[in-house]
């Protein structure tokens, strides 16, 4: 029998329930590159419509999704403004000099939500032909490395006025959006008013097992596909993989809150331990904790993993536990124990 892990490494591991596996086998399909598979482009205008944006488009992966949007904002020799943690600076492989050729200026900011103020002392003169020319913000919410932090929407609507006043792109990495809502009941359609993109993943908290969508204006979006096709990214019956997503607005949203739950457990539990140093603030599904030196992080995962819990360092002795569809109360009670039971 296949082990039954407790997987607490990324909100990515999930698999398919079965209601989104009949879901999927019934989907109907064509071929997407020839925009006919009507699975995919029904999940493309349910979110595109869900966030009041004018169209979408099905990416096989969150980092193609905002690959595409930086690709669609800039031209080579641009700069790209960003956090320093952000995932398109930190965890794209390098993608915004591959991919779009530009530079990027990163900003401080905390636990990865930066200010209208930042974002304009980072703006390089126009006319100054020395420097490259700022084209692009992208934020991201919540923020991974930030260890799942909710932006404060009004700072979102002031960059926002301020990048629209500049000519700037505005782009949202909103892989974990759905979770950032159901932490500060905030809508769609309010992010689809601030931002001139959106990715959002399928395949994280809402528990699919490929998928991500770019929204944006139908102008956009056009040029996205064609972006999307030399990327490599064309699909054929994909619809099999959007009928997932479908299933996932449908039903798994409200149970976002309840990752939010468990995170919030497993943060008090750990604030308790005598080797944990600081737990930050738990505002979605990820938790981000610094052990003291006196407990090493691999001789922590290590106990974790001989108990069948698994975790991964972020950082110099800091560990990401992320909750997720899989993981229930039973395994949050039996990591709450485990974590006690530990002795010196
Ligand atoms: C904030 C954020 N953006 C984008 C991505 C990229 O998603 P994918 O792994 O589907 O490329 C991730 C993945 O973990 C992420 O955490």
């Known amino acids: 029998m296949e082990k039954q892990w407790i997987d607490l490494r990324s909100d990515t591991v999930t698999r398919p329930s079965e209601g989104m596996l009949k879901a999927m086998m019934q989907a109907r399909v064509g071929d997407d590159v020839f925009g006919e598979d009507p699975t995919v482009i029904e999940l493309e205008q349910t979110l595109a419509n869900m966030f009041g944006m004018e169209a979408g488009i099905f990416t096989p992966s969150g980092t193609m999704a905002n690959q595409i949007a930086i690709k669609l904002h800039t031209r080579?020799?641009?700069?790209?403004?960003?956090?320093?943690?952000?995932?398109?600076y930190l965890f794209e492989a390098g993608g915004i000099a591959f991919n779009s050729g530009?530079?990027?200026?990163?900003?401080?900011?905390?636990?990865?939500?930066?200010?209208?103020q930042q974002v304009q002392e980072a703006l390089n003169e126009p006319d100054n032909y020395h420097l490259a020319v700022s084209r692009l913000v992208v934020a991201e919410n919540t923020s991974n490395k930030g260890g799942g932090s909710v932006w404060d929407i009004e700072e979102l609507r002031r960059i926002s006025s301020f990048t629209h006043q500049k000519g700037l792109g505005f782009h949202l990495d909103g892989?974990?959006?759905?979770?950032?809502?159901?932490?500060?009941?905030?809508?769609?359609?309010?992010?689809?008013?601030?931002?001139?993109?959106?990715?959002?993943?399928?395949?994280?908290?809402?528990?699919t097992p490929v998928g991500s969508v770019l929204l944006g204006s139908k102008h956009d979006i056009t040029r996205a596909r064609r972006i999307r096709k030399v990327l490599g990214?064309?699909?054929?019956?994909?619809?099999?993989?959007?009928?997932a997503g479908l299933y996932a607005l449908k039903n798994n949203i409200p149970l976002l809150k309840e990752d939010f739950r468990r995170?919030?457990?497993?943060?008090?539990?750990?604030?308790?331990?005598?080797?944990?140093?600081?737990?930050?603030?738990?505002?979605?599904?990820?938790?981000?904790f610094r052990l003291k030196d006196s407990m090493p992080a691999d001789r922590f995962l290590n106990y974790l993993k001989a108990h069948d819990i698994l975790a991964l360092t972020f950082g110099p002795q800091t560990i990401r536990f992320v909750t997720h569809l899989d993981f229930t109360d039973e395994m949050l009670a039996k990591v709450v124990k485990v974590l006690a039971e530990w002795k010196e």
Do not use: W
């Open 76 to 88: 080579p020799g641009d700069e790209v403004i960003c956090d320093e943690t952000a995932h398109v």
């Open 175 to 207: 892989a974990r959006l759905f979770n950032a809502m159901a932490f500060n009941g905030t809508q769609p359609r309010d992010y689809g008013v601030i931002f001139d993109t959106i990715s959002i993943c399928l395949s994280k908290g809402l528990g």
């Open 102 to 116: 530009c530079s990027v200026r990163l900003l401080k900011g905390d636990r990865g939500r930066f200010t209208l």
């Open 233 to 243: 990214g064309g699909m054929r019956q994909a619809g099999y993989l959007a009928a």
């Open 263 to 288: 995170a919030q457990t497993l943060g008090k539990a750990l604030s308790e331990l005598r080797f944990v140093d600081e737990v930050f603030p738990v505002e979605s599904n990820i938790l981000i």
